[in-house]
């Protein structure tokens, strides 16, 4: 599900191969249990000349949180890109027949294929892919600069993101109903992640039934001398039946594994919009700041005060400046204004190049979007019409039986 095009993918291979649990000391000195995951990357084929052998590739481990520094350097460094989201931390969404421990191998194993598919999808980006510290990240047992990415900086954009949110006075449709798409993407997605798991779980209580029906006819044929070889029949296509249903929900996990990045994604968009509402408002801020000055400015040229100020109360209770404090302050408010101006001019070509290169990504993420929840939707489709399918056969296999009886 993702595309090569003039990206890192036409020079190298990258592969998340395996997990392996570990035990050690964190931070704070306390014996924890964490897993780590082996990112094996080597040329492509194409880059290795005529007659040359394949390299051996190169291999290094990495923690989860290692993959969460590096997200948070991309969100940080690209605030105007859809940054893939991470595998979630913990399982949410299961079914209730299905651990949700972080450490369970079935879990462990669906994060890793996830953690693989978020390192395809940055090192598939048009710009992500020829980001520094991401090959660092690919090829570097320890790139240092990982460990100083301006967390703070982050949380700091994101309090200021919500005070913006509640104070932009003329904010972008454009970036409003993108909002408005990303919320509609997360509940549609989300519901369809509860009907599954609805689903999962009557699934699972069918094949737990053929498997009873299977241990029936199969003690039942230890009793019948004329019927016994029938029922032993019938009760092995029971068993074989229930006995594939842990591929089935495996296959399950997968797609919805694939509806969960998605869920995510939404999340990224909404990182965007929010992004944007931070520029606006910086931009209006300045904006009401230079008509500020340039008021003042007017007001002691012309020695004409509109609004009630405490320097025009001041000057009725002390007297007034003299030309010379006044023509100080005038000067140093054309200066001001002067700088307001250009920092104005420079805001604004900040928000049109934010708008610009944000808008561009957004079209890439619609597409992608499109392409792979259809790819998802009608592969899990084909996989119940193959279930009923299994199950219809089964039932005639057993009808063949009973008949022969």
Not at 97 to 107: E, Q, Y
Not at 304 to 313: H, P
Not at 353 to 367: M, N, P, Q, S
Not at 384 to 398: E, F, P, R, T, Y
Request: aromatic share 10%.
């Amino acid at each position: 599900m993702v595309e090569i095009g003039a990206t890192l993918l036409r020079k190298m291979e990258i592969n998340v191969t395996e997990a392996e649990k570990r035990t050690g000391k964190n931070t704070v000195n306390m014996q924890e249990t964490y897993t780590v995951y082996l990112i094996e990357t080597r040329k492509c084929h194409k880059q290795i000349p005529e007659g040359g052998t394949p390299t051996t590739p190169d291999t290094l481990w990495r923690r989860y949180s290692e993959f969460e520094l590096l997200r948070t350097y991309l969100l940080v460094t690209y605030p105007y890109i859809i940054i893939p989201p991470l595998p979630e931390k913990r399982a949410e969404f299961v079914w209730h027949k299905m651990s949700a421990d972080n450490l369970d191998p079935d879990f462990v194993e669906r994060r890793r294929v996830g953690l693989e598919n978020f390192l395809l999808r940055v090192a598939s980006h048009p710009v992500l892919s020829n980001d520094k510290i991401f090959f660092l990240f690919l090829t570097e047992v320890n790139p240092f600069i990982l460990h100083n990415v301006p967390l703070n900086s982050s949380v700091d954009s994101r309090l200021k993101s919500l005070s913006a949110m509640f104070r932009v006075k003329n904010p972008d449709k454009r970036f409003t109903a993108l909002k408005h798409y990303s919320d509609e993407l997360n509940s549609v997605i989300s519901q369809l992640l509860r009907v599954r798991a609805k689903v999962a779980d009557r699934l699972y209580g069918v094949y737990k039934v053929h498997g009873n029906y299977g241990r029936v006819f199969s003690e039942w044929s230890a009793i019948e001398k004329e019927m016994g070889d029938g029922l032993q029949s019938a009760g092995h296509h029971m068993d074989t039946f229930a006995a594939s249903i842990d591929d089935i929900l495996e296959e399950e996990e997968h797609y919805a594994d694939q509806l969960k990045e998605y869920l995510f994604y939404a999340e990224a968009v909404r990182s965007v919009c929010r992004k944007h509402e931070l520029i606006q408002y910086e931009l209006e801020m300045v904006a009401q700041d230079l008509v500020s000055k340039k008021q003042q400015k007017e007001e002691l040229a012309t020695g004409t005060v509109r609004v009630f100020s405490l320097k025009g109360m001041t000057s009725k209770l002390f007297g007034q400046e003299s030309q010379e404090q006044r023509e100080s302050r005038l000067a140093a408010l054309e200066q001001s204004t002067r700088e307001g101006e250009e920092t104005l001019k420079e805001r604004n070509t900040e928000c049109q190049e934010f708008v610009r290169t944000a808008w561009e990504d957004i079209g890439r993420f619609k597409e992608q979007k499109d392409r792979d929840l259809r790819e998802a939707l009608i592969s899990y489709a084909i996989m119940q019409i193959s279930m009923c399918k299994k199950g219809i056969q089964v039932w005639s296999n057993a009808k063949e039986c009973f008949n022969k009886m």
